[in-house]
């Protein structure tokens, strides 16, 4: 079966060549429109292309195509055009949001690093500390405790070696 070749496939050389060649069989001498039709009859046999697919080929390239069809595919253009420009919208829409995101993802990484090095410079020292106010606390305990005493009035003394005895 013939297959309808598709434009893009067809190199822009052949098709230069293909008109010169139609421009050949509509020339007035008969030897060179006869050599020109062979031509044809071996680029399309080479190619595996049937004479209602290049009539297609050649409709579609000239542009003789109906009103109607050019309508269509200019609507089907400006519905592609604005579907693609929507997208590059919301595209950049989001951008713009993993942008901002992005931003305060640093600010916020930036602030537990400085967090973090905060901590680690008072770990060591924070031992330090609280030993040494454990035992400012516990001076502090005896001392008021011997004032307190030293303030109170003492009942005599009870000799407590009697009863050792």
């Known amino acids: 079966m013939a297959r309808a070749p598709d434009p893009k496939d067809i190199d822009?050389?052949?098709?230069?060549?293909?008109s010169d060649i139609l421009a050949l069989v509509l020339d007035e001498q008969p030897?060179?429109?006869?050599?020109?039709?062979?031509r044809i009859r071996q680029m399309a046999r080479r190619d595996v292309v049937t004479g209602g697919a290049l009539k297609n080929l050649f409709i579609t390239r000239i542009g003789t195509v109906s009103p109607q069809n050019v309508?269509?595919?200019e609507k089907g253009l400006r519905d592609r055009v604005r579907d693609l420009e929507r997208r590059l919208s919301q595209s950049?829409?989001?951008t713009r949001t993993a942008q901002s995101r992005l931003g305060r993802c640093q600010m916020d990484m930036g602030l537990l690093q400085v967090e973090v090095a905060t901590f680690r410079l008072q770990k060591p020292w924070r031992?330090?500390?609280?030993?040494?106010?454990?035992?400012?606390?516990?001076?502090?305990?005896i001392a008021g405790?011997?004032?307190?005493?030293s303030l109170t009035t003492t009942r005599a003394v009870i000799?407590?070696?009697?009863y050792l005895r």
């Open 12 to 18: 822009p050389r052949e098709i230069k060549i293909l």
């Open 31 to 38: 030897g060179h429109a006869a050599t020109a039709l062979e």
């Open 71 to 73: 309508i269509a595919r």
């Open 92 to 94: 950049e829409s989001d």
């Open 127 to 141: 031992y330090a500390a609280l030993a040494f106010a454990t035992g400012a606390g516990l001076l502090v305990g």
């Open 145 to 149: 405790t011997q004032f307190y005493h």
């Open 159 to 162: 000799d407590r070696a009697t």
